[in-house]
Protein backbone atom coordinates (compact mmCIF):
# COMPACT_ATOMS: atom_id res chain seq x y z
CA UNK A 1 0.00 0.00 0.00
CA UNK A 2 3.20 2.55 0.63
CA UNK A 3 5.05 2.67 -2.75
CA UNK A 4 8.83 2.37 -1.47
CA UNK A 5 11.32 5.46 -2.30
CA UNK A 6 14.70 5.23 -2.98
CA UNK A 7 16.52 8.66 -3.00
CA UNK A 8 20.15 9.21 -3.34
CA UNK A 9 21.56 12.05 -1.71
CA UNK A 10 24.53 12.96 -3.68
CA UNK A 11 25.96 15.65 -0.92
CA UNK A 12 28.55 17.84 -2.47
CA UNK A 13 29.36 15.31 -5.36
CA UNK A 14 29.21 15.63 -8.77
CA UNK A 15 30.17 18.56 -11.24
CA UNK A 16 27.53 18.63 -13.91
CA UNK A 17 29.17 16.13 -16.24
CA UNK A 18 29.16 13.64 -13.88
CA UNK A 19 26.08 13.91 -13.10
CA UNK A 20 24.68 13.85 -16.69
CA UNK A 21 27.07 10.68 -17.07
CA UNK A 22 25.62 9.29 -14.10
CA UNK A 23 22.18 9.17 -15.29
CA UNK A 24 23.13 7.99 -18.69
CA UNK A 25 24.27 5.06 -16.56
CA UNK A 26 21.80 4.33 -14.41
CA UNK A 27 18.70 5.00 -15.68
CA UNK A 28 18.96 1.42 -18.10
CA UNK A 29 19.56 -0.41 -15.13
CA UNK A 30 16.30 0.96 -13.12
CA UNK A 31 14.59 1.35 -15.87
CA UNK A 32 12.42 -2.11 -15.11
CA UNK A 33 11.92 -0.97 -11.86
CA UNK A 34 8.27 0.14 -11.15
CA UNK A 35 7.59 -0.85 -7.35
CA UNK A 36 9.60 2.10 -6.13
CA UNK A 37 10.08 5.67 -6.67
CA UNK A 38 13.16 6.45 -7.53
CA UNK A 39 14.96 10.42 -6.34
CA UNK A 40 18.14 11.53 -7.23
CA UNK A 41 19.29 15.07 -5.11
CA UNK A 42 22.56 16.49 -6.94
CA UNK A 43 24.41 19.78 -6.08
CA UNK A 44 21.56 23.06 -6.91
CA UNK A 45 24.35 23.56 -9.93
CA UNK A 46 23.85 20.01 -11.65
CA UNK A 47 19.74 20.17 -11.17
CA UNK A 48 19.05 21.07 -14.88
CA UNK A 49 21.41 18.57 -16.43
CA UNK A 50 19.78 15.93 -14.49
CA UNK A 51 16.36 16.89 -14.97
CA UNK A 52 17.12 16.99 -18.78
CA UNK A 53 19.05 13.50 -18.42
CA UNK A 54 15.76 12.05 -16.67
CA UNK A 55 13.26 13.39 -18.91
CA UNK A 56 11.51 10.40 -20.06
CA UNK A 57 12.73 8.07 -17.41
CA UNK A 58 11.14 6.74 -14.40
CA UNK A 59 13.90 9.12 -12.32
CA UNK A 60 12.83 11.79 -10.32
CA UNK A 61 15.08 14.88 -9.76
CA UNK A 62 15.07 16.77 -5.76
CA UNK A 63 17.25 19.61 -4.51
CA UNK A 64 19.30 18.66 -1.00
CA UNK A 65 18.06 22.00 0.84
CA UNK A 66 15.48 24.58 0.08
CA UNK A 67 14.93 28.23 1.63
CA UNK A 68 11.83 29.51 2.81
CA UNK A 69 10.97 32.46 1.10
CA UNK A 70 10.03 32.99 -2.57
CA UNK A 71 12.93 35.43 -3.49
CA UNK A 72 14.67 38.67 -1.78
CA UNK A 73 17.87 39.61 -0.88
CA UNK A 74 19.28 36.57 0.32
CA UNK A 75 22.46 35.39 -0.84
CA UNK A 76 23.16 31.90 -1.94
CA UNK A 77 19.47 31.22 -1.03
CA UNK A 78 17.59 29.16 -3.53
CA UNK A 79 13.78 29.12 -3.19
CA UNK A 80 11.14 26.63 -3.95
CA UNK A 81 9.72 28.40 -6.61
CA UNK A 82 13.13 28.09 -8.20
CA UNK A 83 13.38 24.83 -7.77
CA UNK A 84 9.90 23.36 -8.81
CA UNK A 85 11.04 25.80 -11.94
CA UNK A 86 14.20 23.84 -12.53
CA UNK A 87 12.24 21.22 -12.59
CA UNK A 88 12.75 19.21 -9.03
CA UNK A 89 9.84 17.78 -7.76
CA UNK A 90 11.50 16.42 -4.68
CA UNK A 91 13.83 18.42 -2.09
CA UNK A 92 15.77 17.04 1.10
CA UNK A 93 14.94 19.33 4.14
CA UNK A 94 16.33 19.17 7.57
CA UNK A 95 19.61 16.68 6.98
CA UNK A 96 21.59 16.31 9.55
CA UNK A 97 24.74 17.47 7.78
CA UNK A 98 22.51 20.85 7.64
CA UNK A 99 21.82 20.82 11.58
CA UNK A 100 25.10 19.92 12.74
CA UNK A 101 26.77 22.47 10.15
CA UNK A 102 24.60 24.96 9.06
CA UNK A 103 22.23 25.55 12.22
CA UNK A 104 19.39 24.49 11.01
CA UNK A 105 16.68 24.14 13.40
CA UNK A 106 13.30 21.84 14.22
CA UNK A 107 11.41 25.68 13.27
CA UNK A 108 13.23 26.49 10.07
CA UNK A 109 12.99 22.68 8.66
CA UNK A 110 9.15 23.68 9.67
CA UNK A 111 9.37 26.93 7.31
CA UNK A 112 11.19 24.76 4.39
CA UNK A 113 8.44 21.77 4.48
CA UNK A 114 6.06 24.25 4.18
CA UNK A 115 7.36 26.07 1.51
CA UNK A 116 8.53 23.28 -0.48
CA UNK A 117 4.84 21.99 -0.08
CA UNK A 118 3.33 24.96 -1.28
CA UNK A 119 5.85 24.80 -4.65
CA UNK A 120 4.67 21.44 -5.15
CA UNK A 121 7.62 19.88 -4.42
CA UNK A 122 7.77 16.66 -2.13
CA UNK A 123 10.07 17.19 1.13
CA UNK A 124 11.63 14.21 2.39
CA UNK A 125 11.90 15.95 5.46
CA UNK A 126 15.15 14.34 8.17
CA UNK A 127 14.67 13.57 12.02
CA UNK A 128 17.62 11.22 13.58
CA UNK A 129 19.84 11.23 16.92
CA UNK A 130 23.23 11.64 17.28
CA UNK A 131 25.49 9.20 19.01
CA UNK A 132 25.53 10.69 22.68
CA UNK A 133 22.01 11.00 22.76
CA UNK A 134 21.78 7.07 21.89
CA UNK A 135 23.74 5.89 24.35
CA UNK A 136 22.75 8.30 26.61
CA UNK A 137 18.94 6.84 25.72
CA UNK A 138 17.37 10.04 24.58
CA UNK A 139 16.54 8.67 20.92
CA UNK A 140 12.89 9.00 21.72
CA UNK A 141 12.87 11.91 23.23
CA UNK A 142 15.13 13.71 20.09
CA UNK A 143 12.87 12.16 18.09
CA UNK A 144 9.92 13.19 19.17
CA UNK A 145 11.43 16.67 19.99
CA UNK A 146 12.15 17.30 16.16
CA UNK A 147 8.80 15.92 15.20
CA UNK A 148 6.78 18.31 17.15
CA UNK A 149 9.21 20.78 16.10
CA UNK A 150 9.58 20.50 12.58
CA UNK A 151 6.21 18.46 11.43
CA UNK A 152 3.72 18.32 14.07
CA UNK A 153 2.13 21.77 13.23
CA UNK A 154 1.50 20.88 9.30
CA UNK A 155 -1.83 20.41 8.91
CA UNK A 156 -2.92 17.01 8.17
CA UNK A 157 -3.57 17.35 4.26
CA UNK A 158 0.10 19.01 4.21
CA UNK A 159 1.78 16.21 6.38
CA UNK A 160 0.08 13.59 3.78
CA UNK A 161 2.39 15.13 1.04
CA UNK A 162 5.84 14.44 2.78
CA UNK A 163 8.04 11.70 3.46
CA UNK A 164 9.61 11.27 6.48
CA UNK A 165 13.18 9.91 6.98
CA UNK A 166 14.87 8.03 9.86
CA UNK A 167 18.79 8.70 10.12
CA UNK A 168 20.39 8.01 13.16
CA UNK A 169 23.63 10.59 12.68
CA UNK A 170 25.97 7.91 14.26
CA UNK A 171 25.09 5.53 11.07
CA UNK A 172 25.53 8.40 7.91
CA UNK A 173 28.60 8.09 6.33
CA UNK A 174 29.84 6.52 8.92
CA UNK A 175 29.78 2.63 7.03
CA UNK A 176 27.90 1.88 11.01
CA UNK A 177 24.43 0.79 9.74
CA UNK A 178 21.54 0.81 12.42
CA UNK A 179 20.57 -3.12 12.75
CA UNK A 180 17.07 -3.80 10.62
CA UNK A 181 15.97 -4.32 14.23
CA UNK A 182 17.06 -0.74 15.27
CA UNK A 183 15.83 0.89 12.67
CA UNK A 184 12.79 -0.91 12.67
CA UNK A 185 11.79 0.63 16.44
CA UNK A 186 12.98 3.79 15.77
CA UNK A 187 10.02 3.59 12.70
CA UNK A 188 7.72 2.16 14.59
CA UNK A 189 8.26 5.30 17.33
CA UNK A 190 8.06 7.62 14.97
CA UNK A 191 4.80 6.19 13.52
CA UNK A 192 3.14 5.90 16.59
CA UNK A 193 4.12 9.80 16.55
CA UNK A 194 2.58 10.22 13.23
CA UNK A 195 -0.77 8.14 15.18
CA UNK A 196 -0.93 10.66 18.11
CA UNK A 197 -0.97 13.82 15.66
CA UNK A 198 -2.36 13.26 12.39
CA UNK A 199 -4.60 9.87 13.20
CA UNK A 200 -4.62 6.06 12.22
CA UNK A 201 -5.30 6.66 8.60
CA UNK A 202 -2.25 9.14 7.72
CA UNK A 203 0.24 6.86 9.91
CA UNK A 204 -0.62 3.77 8.05
CA UNK A 205 0.07 5.75 4.82
CA UNK A 206 3.07 7.92 6.18
CA UNK A 207 6.15 6.52 4.29
CA UNK A 208 9.12 6.37 6.61
CA UNK A 209 12.76 6.05 4.96
CA UNK A 210 15.95 4.92 6.78
CA UNK A 211 18.95 6.87 5.58
CA UNK A 212 22.53 5.49 7.25
CA UNK A 213 25.44 3.51 5.18
CA UNK A 214 22.83 1.78 3.39
CA UNK A 215 24.41 -0.47 1.08
CA UNK A 216 23.72 -3.36 -1.66
CA UNK A 217 24.27 -6.17 0.85
CA UNK A 218 22.21 -4.22 4.29
CA UNK A 219 19.22 -3.31 2.09
CA UNK A 220 17.46 -6.31 2.06
CA UNK A 221 17.45 -7.08 6.26
CA UNK A 222 15.92 -3.27 6.36
CA UNK A 223 13.46 -3.62 3.81
CA UNK A 224 12.07 -6.90 5.68
CA UNK A 225 10.82 -4.23 8.20
CA UNK A 226 7.35 -3.77 8.34
CA UNK A 227 7.29 0.21 8.93
CA UNK A 228 10.51 1.11 6.65
CA UNK A 229 9.60 2.08 3.58
CA UNK A 230 12.87 3.04 1.29
CA UNK A 231 15.89 4.64 2.20
CA UNK A 232 17.64 7.67 1.51
CA UNK A 233 21.19 7.34 0.44
CA UNK A 234 24.41 9.23 0.50
CA UNK A 235 27.78 7.61 -0.50
CA UNK A 236 26.54 4.55 -2.11
CA UNK A 237 24.19 6.43 -4.83
CA UNK A 238 27.25 7.84 -6.10
CA UNK A 239 27.84 5.12 -8.05
CA UNK A 240 25.27 3.92 -10.50
CA UNK A 241 26.05 0.24 -10.34
CA UNK A 242 25.78 0.17 -6.04
CA UNK A 243 22.34 2.79 -6.44
CA UNK A 244 20.51 0.27 -9.08
CA UNK A 245 21.35 -2.36 -6.76
CA UNK A 246 20.19 -1.01 -3.63
CA UNK A 247 16.70 -0.05 -6.12
CA UNK A 248 16.23 -3.47 -7.10
CA UNK A 249 17.20 -5.12 -3.73
C1 LIG B 1 22.71 10.67 3.77
O1 LIG B 1 23.47 11.49 3.29
O2 LIG B 1 21.52 10.98 3.96
C2 LIG B 1 23.21 9.34 4.12
C3 LIG B 1 22.40 8.50 4.68
O3 LIG B 1 24.53 9.09 3.83
P1 LIG B 1 25.26 7.64 3.83
O4 LIG B 1 24.37 6.70 3.05
O5 LIG B 1 26.57 7.86 3.16
O6 LIG B 1 25.39 7.21 5.25
Known amino acids: MRKPVFAGNWKMFKTPTEAAGFLHDFAPLVASSNRSEIVICPPFIAVPIAVDAARGSNIAIGAQDVFWLKEGAYTGEVSATMLAAA ?14 YFGETDESVFKKTVAALDAGLTPIVCVGERLEEREAGMTENVLSTQFAGGL ?9 KIVMAYEPVWAIGTGRTATPEIAGEAHRFLRDQVRSRFGDQTCQSCRILYGGSVKPDNIKGLMAQPDLDGALVGGASLDPAALAAIVNF
Open 87 to 100: GCSWVIVGHSERRQ
Open 152 to 160: AGLTPDQFA
